[in-house]
């Protein structure tokens, strides 16, 4: 009845993943600030809200954000704003939502 304790040992697959996991830019702290702020690309969210000037990353999440947030108002696509058409950013950087760290 011995060996019930022992503790298993790690996978190929966990051991890759937790390198994944250490060494992908997420987009978190101080190296994605600019993204999450979208003041260099419109960060990962593309349309403006007219109204309140909340973001979303597509047309559908724009539709419903206006019918739950701007019910008496009816949707007018058109009003939507563009954030990644009228912001131009550096192109030398990378771009939102790339998978990838610069720290290899």
Do not use: W, Y
């Not at 390198?19 to 600019?34: I, L, S």
């Not at 999450?36 to 690309?41: A, Q, S, V």
């Not at 563009?82 to 290899?104: F, M, Q, V, Y």
């Amino acid at each position: 009845m011995t060996g019930k304790a022992k503790p298993k040992k790690h996978t190929a697959k966990e051991i890759a993943a937790k390198v994944d996991a250490a060494t992908t830019n997420r987009g978190g702290g101080k190296a994605g600030q600019a993204d999450r702020t979208g003041l260099e690309k419109g960060g990962h969210a593309k349309f403006e809200c007219p109204h309140c000037k909340i973001t979303a990353p597509d047309v559908k999440s724009m539709q419903i954000h206006h019918d739950a947030k701007h019910p008496k108002v009816p949707f007018d696509e058109s009003k939507i704003s563009n954030l990644h058409a009228t912001l131009t950013g550096d192109t030398s950087k990378g771009r939102p939502g790339i998978r990838g760290s610069h720290k290899k």
